[in-house]
Nanobody
């Protein structure tokens, strides 16, 4: 079992920055990939960033160069630095962790990011 708790969302102006954190607890030693999805009203949940336990990262083109994912394995925490935010980045951001050999996926509760002037 793994529990994920996100923090760091909020209201920011276009062009601004935020840093999201996701702390994992429980049986964290079996966590492989961690990452973030987001979901805006009326839209499907989409992958924002992912990072393996070895530090390899993956981003969709929509956020590449603006968002950076990092991971502190000692703290069982993954971070998402959001820079140059745009209106269309407004969404609930969900942290996830893939656990064990079957990659069972655990989700956090979500944190709201609102980009508005």
């Amino acid at each position: 079992q793994v529990q994920l708790v996100e923090s760091g969302g909020g209201l920011v102006q276009p062009g601004g920055s935020l840093r999201l954190s996701c702390a994992a607890s429980g049986s964290t030693f079996k966590i492989n990939v961690m990452g973030w999805y987001r979901q805006a009203p009326g839209n499907q949940r989409e992958l924002v960033a992912a990072i393996t336990s070895g530090g390899s990262t993956n981003y969709p083109d929509s956020v590449k160069g603006r968002f950076t994912i990092s991971r502190d394995n000692a703290k069982n925490t993954v971070y998402l630095q959001l820079n140059s935010l745009k209106f269309e980045d407004t969404a609930v951001y969900y942290c996830y962790a893939d656990w064990g050999s079957l990659a069972r996926r655990y989700w956090g509760q979500g944190t709201q990011v609102t980009v508005s002037s």
